[in-house]
């Protein structure tokens, strides 16, 4: 979540590609961890082509406070 917020402050608040992408690790870690119900990714506002080109989830940093969570 802190680094969501940093790629927004860093973006200027745009809805930058990179910000997307760690959004949807964010979500995806919640739904692993039963924080949330789990759902389709399109039903949660992202397309097939938000961030799964550069990275996919399962190849989040391992550094990233995300990932510690």
Same mark, same amino acid.
């Given at each position: 979540?802190?680094?969501?917020?940093? *790629?927004?402050? =860093?973006?200027?608040? &745009?809805?930058?590609?990179? *910000?997307?992408?760690?959004? =949807?690790?964010?979500?995806? *870690?919640?739904?692993?961890?039963?924080?949330?119900a789990?759902?389709?990714? =399109?039903?949660?506002?992202?397309s097939e082509?938000?961030?799964?080109?550069?990275? &996919?989830?399962?190849?989040?940093?391992?550094?990233?406070?995300?990932?510690? =969570?």
């Amino acid at each position: 979540m802190v680094d969501y917020l940093s *790629c927004l402050k =860093k973006a200027r608040g &745009t809805n930058d590609p990179e *910000c997307r992408w760690l959004a =949807k690790a964010y979500l995806q *870690c919640r739904m692993d961890h039963n924080l949330m119900a789990k759902d389709e990714f =399109k039903n949660l506002g992202f397309s097939e082509a938000d961030g799964g080109e550069r990275r &996919t989830l399962e190849k989040a940093p391992e550094n990233s406070k995300l990932a510690a =969570k």
